[in-house]
């Protein structure tokens, strides 16, 4: 069955405390995995897509990476604007949909 | 902004009565989705479409139903609500981009089923 796990549940940081959120999977064969931010009371915001393993993506703070069974999103020197909930997302290659298969996020807090 | 706009954004409902969300789209995209979202489970795929009076089921799809009759609208229906189907629903497209088809979602409707 295919599955996505992420981990932790809630992490809490200091202002410039740089950490990692991670996205474990499993699937009959990766299209796609998919890094998205949620703030409250809005929709998921598209941050990334990884295609395949070794690939790294950045956006100002946020560095996503991939390996055969899991990614993480780097956050280097978080700002308190950085607080939302990050969720990872898959996408079988025997898809043609384009369904995806979510975890249950990452809620990140940054105290200034 | 992949222009999407879901109606109504909040509602309060009785048990037993019929509710419909409204998912609507300015940009012509192919694939449409609805997702609830709920603590402890994250977003779980209710239904989809891929063109007009082209739909399918999702993995939690008992209980709701959907109708596309045009392509920038997608419907979701509650034929009667039940106190379970409490949730956030989003609905999403479908945007080709960089040789892969990327969601984006809508803002949600809260729905309170009492």
């Known amino acids: 069955e295919d599955q996505v796990t992420q981990s932790p549940e809630a992490l809490r940081l200091q202002e410039g405390e740089s950490s990692s959120l991670n996205c474990s999977y499993t699937v009959s064969g990766l299209r796609g995995l998919f890094w998205y931010r949620q703030d409250p009371g809005k929709g998921p915001e598209f941050l990334f897509t990884l295609y395949s393993a070794g690939e790294e993506k950045e956006k100002e703070r946020l560095k996503a990476t991939l390996t055969k069974k899991e990614s993480f999103l780097h956050i280097t020197a978080p700002k308190p604007e950085d607080s939302a909930t990050y969720l990872c997302a898959v996408q079988a290659a025997s898809s043609n949909t384009g369904k995806l298969i979510f975890g249950q996020g990452t809620t990140l807090q940054v105290k200034p | 902004d992949a222009g999407i706009t879901q109606s109504p954004r909040h509602k309060v409902t009785e048990t037993g009565t019929p509710v419909t969300l409204r998912c609507h789209q300015t940009e012509n995209h192919r694939y449409m989705y609805w997702y609830r979202q709920d603590p402890g489970h994250g977003l779980r795929l209710i239904h989809y479409?891929?063109?007009?009076?082209?739909?399918d089921k999702g993995e939690v799809s008992d209980g709701y139903s959907v109708s596309r009759s045009k392509t920038e609208d997608f419907l979701l229906t509650l034929e009667s609500a039940t106190s379970s189907q409490t949730s956030v629903y989003f609905c999403?497209?479908?945007?080709?981009?960089?040789?892969?088809?990327?969601?984006?979602f809508g803002p949600g409707t809260r729905l309170l089923v009492l």
């Open positions: 999403a497209i479908s945007e080709p981009r960089g040789g892969q088809e990327t969601q984006y």
């Open positions: 479409s891929y063109g007009v009076k082209d739909t």
